[in-house]
């Protein structure tokens, strides 16, 4: 033992009495604060859990720094110490347990004599000292004014009284809101330091020990951590309560015990973590092992389950708690497992009826038989002489899982008060449970549409590389409306899109779908970029009031090596020059979010060199609740900046740096582009007369670029489709020139471009007709063609794909 443990005395075994003493426990962290804090300890001082939690504990504990703290007197009540000082303990001063007594004047009971144990904890967890007290009236006994000077506090080797064992494994069930490892770890601590123990006249000492469960007998108490004399006393004690009054202590005891698991389920509508609240709430208080299976179909979020659950129903074992080592049952019933049950068992009849179902003794042969309906599963070892409660978890009246309860052989078995109990928390448990179902699926349905409409980039542009990255954010409702999009456009360009939808669920969705579409259809008619936002401010306007979203729209020309960038109210891009790897913010006009209306748009052209780096982002990447947003912006352009050996290797060097615990509320979109231009060698532009002459000329000029570019597999089709534009434009044009433009990237462009406004059209032509058998002869060549205006009349253009460039098709028959 410590030095500071009173020397042991051996305790005089008596026939035992009963008190009962309702106990509080504290229990303080390394900053002094209250991490937990019982039912009785709310009893006891008069203050909430939900107050205390967080407090100093000095303000709330009889402390005698209390007095000097608050001034006298005190609105609450007045501390007076009685021996060693509680602030000793709680300061950390104190190394060693210590145990004491302390007055507290109450405007509501008057004067109460407080006795109290304090623990000094090590360990991996925050708590750093244990505090038990109890109020001392209950061991006056039924003599009005009986003395109590001569009860004190104490410790005592847990080896000292018969029994300890039982008493150790019961200890757990004091320690408010705590999971099973945690509070085995103190109870270890608390063993080896001394147990708490009642001492009267220095003659005989009474253990301090929790019990749960209704009282039987004398000697056998009910409480929420009460002292149960385990080794009688000299001392008179209260009396035995009449069995009316016990009753309503445990029907008290239960209503606490339910209205505290009620306070500590359903924080989250994640359908496993709720799971694992409920299963973890039952042990040890109210059983000593506890598994909780669900209907897989709930599970996978897919919807509300169709009929009754028969012996073809698969259930998931979400989670096992239990008091027992660590890992005792891992192989017996392992989490995560699937598994259908056997008809002639008791889980299958709680599944079936939708009612509890109690089993007081698993005796050998019920245990015997109820094991051999699984093939390849031994449950002996589990259930054998233990007391089994099976609980329906139901919405609805539909049957979602169930909670499989048992006690150990030594602790009261489970009784009708128990069932009903476990019912009403089965009960509770199970419309958490829906609530969490039904958020799982509708987030499962937003996730499905919303992944649905991100698109499918392609990494290699012409003259660009593009990577990107699409994080969920990790709050309630987190499928949000953020999206990206990368665009196609005549003439080599491509179009960077990335936007957010202000909300989240599945409208944030939906919306950003619409939004998405628009903006995919107003670019491939290439519409320029300020042109683009206004229209997409005006339908959003015409969608509704609540379309409201910010947008950054950017087209990048890899010929002419420049962005043309608007902007609508989204943060800005970053720009990291390949030259000196500097990384920048683009200033551009911020300009309003679409659907806000009245605010003009304006375009920004930026020069740009091959090799630059392009970096949009949605705010979710860069925004810190508490903080400037210019920090993050500022982080940024420092790891955008940071050298990587990939596009993937740099966007998750970004995503690394700004989101490094992975705990980002918002959602996160990130699109990088490599622009790499494309060389002047690659590019060949001629200027062609309005003159039936000139389409000869143009076959000739193709088939000679092509040879030189060592393209030989191209120069048939693209000589055919040439000449076929060429003689259109020759027809249809007006006064200026006719321009023919090749260029070679992953594929062959050509385009052929006059000043004639009507876009080329294709037409039906049949063997009959004269005219309409070019664009014919194109579509069936071309990889993808098409026609877009331009500012002096329209380009039709085409696209050989260079891997296996198409031979001519026999003539054909018109």
Known sequence: MDPGVPPQRTPQPRDAAAGRVPLAVVVVDADGLVSHWSTGARRLFGVSREDAVGCQAGELLPVSGALRRHGDPLPDGVYEELGPELDSSLSGAVAYPAAGRARVDDARRGRVDVLWWAYPLVGPGPERLLVLAADSEPLRGDRAGADTETISPGFALHTDFPGYRDLSSRLPEILPSMSVQEATRIVAQILELGYPVLEFSHHDRIPVTPDWGVPRRPGHLAADGPLHTAVGSPVPLAAPRPELDLEYAAVRERLEFLNEVSGRIGTSLDLERTIREVTSAAVPRFTDFAGTHLRAAVLAGEGFPDGPPDVTTIWHRVWVEHNDEPGRWDDTVPVGESIAFPEHT??????????????????????????????????????????????????????????????????????????????????????????ARMYTYQENVAETLQDSMLPQIEPR????????????????????????????????????????????????????????????????????????????????????????ATCLY??????????????????????????????????????????????????????????????????????????????????????AAHPAASMAAACDTIIRALNPSGGRKDDVALLMARLNGIPDGDVAEWQLALDPREVARARRLVRGRLLDWDLPDAVEAAELMVSELVTNAVKHGRTHHIGLRLVRTGALLCEVSDDEPAPATLLGATAHDEFGRGLVLVSRLASEWGTSATARGKTVWFELALSRVPRPRPPIAW
């Open 554 to 639: 950017a087209v990048y020309d890899p010929i002419r090596s420049e962005l043309q960038i608007a902007n609508a109210g989204h943060i800005p891009p970053v720009l990291v020059r390949a030259e000196d790897g500097r990384a920048e913010l683009l200033d551009l006009p911020t300009g309003a979010p679409v659907g806000v209306g009245g605010v003009a748009f304006e375009a920004v052209t930026v020069r740009v060199r091959p090799g630059d780096r392009l970096v949009l982002c949605t705010d979710g990447l860069v925004e810190v609740r508490g903080q400037d947003i210019g920090a993050g912006l500022a982080a940024l352009c420092a790891s």
């Open 461 to 548: 542009m012409a003259g660009c590389d593009i990577a990107t990255r699409y994080l969920p954010g990790a709050r309630l409702g987190r499928v949000g409306g953020d999206w990206f999009d990368s665009v196609k456009l005549p003439g080599s360009r491509t179009a960077l899109v990335v936007g957010d939808v202000m909300g989240h669920g599945l409208n944030s969705a939906a919306m950003m779908g619409q939004l998405r579409t628009a903006v995919l259809t107003m670019a491939t008619m290439e519409m320029p970029p300020a042109q683009l936002l206004r229209n997409l401010d005006d339908l959003a306007r015409r969608l509704g009031e609540q379309y409201l």
């Open 346 to 435: 008791p889980f299958f009849q709680c599944m079936v009826t939708g009612e509890p179902v109690i089993v007081p003794y698993v005796s050998e042969e019920l245990s015997n038989r109820i094991s051999g309906e699984f093939e390849k599963r031994d449950l002996r070892p589990l259930i054998t002489h233990r007391s089994l409660l099976i609980v329906p978890l139901k919405a609805r009246d539909v049957v979602l899982g169930f909670m499989v309860l048992m006690r150990r052989p030594g602790r009261e078995p489970f009784d009708d008060i128990d069932r009903t109990t476990g019912a009403e928390l089965a009960a509770r448990a199970g419309l958490v449970l829906d609530n």
